[in-house]
């Protein structure tokens, strides 16, 4: 029988498209003249138990949640046991992925500058995932930078318009970052569960902002290890989707674009990793940004 | 600035896309009844500097060596340095991967039982990559499995039937494995340099077995840390290889099924990530394999 080779907990990453491999490049000279040059890096890494979590094939649908009211406020109750890492296809040609990410060093305060400050510079954003990450801007800079503001009041209705590579794929989507209770989210369980910070919204086409192509959520809540993200996306057509006004034409627009089971299992997976990689990049690189240039 | 995270030697494999996953499942069933199942492992490393060395580009075409008969010989002289890592696009469509494995406990001994021992079940050639290989069958497995023949006997004329995933794509090839100095390299050369073991060919289509659409060198010497193998890979229209008959039609057959330099690229990378996994993890599996059933 095989021996079984001692793994350390982190693995490099060890897959980018060409693609991103040239955008790595490209972003590597578009940082030198900034001051958080020396915080941008290509090594990237990823929990070896998170590498192999994604490898065994796609969770089964019925083992995923959907973006219904019921089912996020199933996520945040205390009886809700699931495994961190996973990706699987819903109905309605749903791209689903779901995980969980330890932060160590970042704080609930730490977490809501990241989401104030990185959007004000493009060169910022590309920080956090080097390989993929193009642009990130806001519709209201100056509200995103008032800090005589709460977090929610300079983020919420102040939409991203992000680039990114996904896989091989560029996207270019708006993110309309939104209470969590506009999103379906019981508040007074939110609060019971402890959780005190929140990316969480409804995503749309860059040319189409009102679009719901999908909600995006990232809730975190200080632990004695770090802060603790807890991250689903549902991208598609998804009937719980419904609810919220611009979703209509979503999965007739994915039906017309030739989109089928197989691309969506792709585009989850794709995604998955994505999520693996810049989550956890971002906690390497967060506490010494925020230490320096909070 | 940024601590560099120290990494461990190795780093686990961080990418297989969905229906390599799938595949890894399928094979893991087809192996259960097989006296070599303890040997199948979905647990795959690679280097972490090879992981690293692959994520920055690909080399300049002028820094790769080409197919011809003088640039084999390069390959083999003792004053040529080059990355161990690397893949390019080079003219005629052509992909281009390089790379040098280190196998300790593994001998020439060892390799050539490799290759004259899996091709005889579809199965055994999956314990080398879970995930990628499907088949691998041989013209004549009698001849392969005549122990009173030499290696080259068994193995040269006697052509692989390969299907194998690289990346997300299904490959259907047929691999004539032949004396190297047919490819073009000097045998006074090749034994100065010490080489011992060969599995060196030119690639057809599994329905069109005579055409050349690639040429494929595996060269291995025994060193004191193992088994030390250099592979090179052209795939594609390149004019070195149109001194091989059966090579005429490969550019136009690329060129009229759409492939472009993006392809190529891609197509490059995907193998050069392949071969990286399939040699590191053979090179674990291999003397244990050998000790059990040569």
Redesign the interface.
């Known amino acids: ?5 001692e ?2 907990a ?9 693609v991103a ?2 955008q ?2 490209i972003n590597k000279q578009r940082v030198v003249a900034k001051p958080y040059a ?2 941008f ?3 990237m ?2 929990p ?1 138990s998170a ?2 979590a994604l ?4 969770m089964k649908a019925e083992e995923a949640l959907t973006p219904s009211e019921a089912d996020l406020n199933r996520l945040i109750s205390e009886d809700y046991h699931t495994p961190d890492q996973g990706y699987a296809v819903l109905e309605g040609l749903t791209t689903y992925v779901q995980s969980r990410v330890v932060m160590p060093g970042v704080t609930t305060e730490v977490f809501r500058w990241w989401f104030t400050w990185h959007p004000l510079e493009h060169e910022r954003y590309t920080l956090w995932f080097p ?1 993929a990450h193009i642009a990130n801007s806001v519709a209201d800079p100056s509200r995103l930078a008032d800090t005589s503001l709460t977090y929610e009041e300079r983020l919420y209705g102040n939409p991203n318009r992000v680039r990114e590579l996904v896989g ?1 794929n560029e996207l270019d989507i708006n993110i309309r970052f939104m209470a969590p209770e506009e999103l379906g989210f019981d508040p007074k369980r939110l609060a019971a569960a402890g959780f005190t910070a929140s990316a969480s919204g409804l995503v749309g086409h860059g040319d189409h902002p009102d679009a719901v192509m999908s909600m995006m959520v990232h809730l975190a809540r200080d632990t004695n290890a770090g802060l603790e993200l807890i991250s689903r996306y549902w991208i598609g057509g998804h009937p719980a989707l419904r609810r919220f006004p611009g979703s209509e034409h979503t999965l007739d627009g994915l039906k017309a674009a030739g989109f089928n089971e ?1 691309i969506v ?2 585009a989850a ?1 794709e995604l998955a ?1 994505h999520d693996t990689l810049e989550f956890n990049h971002l906690a ?2 967060l506490p ?1 940004l925020h230490a320096r240039f909070a």
């Open positions: 029988m095989l021996p079984i080779r793994m350390a982190w693995s490099a990453a060890s897959y980018f498209p060409p491999q040239k790595a490049a020396g915080y890096s290509l090594d890494e990823i070896t590498a192999r490898q065994h094939g796609p390989h091989s197989a299992l792709g997976y990793l390497k690189i010494l």
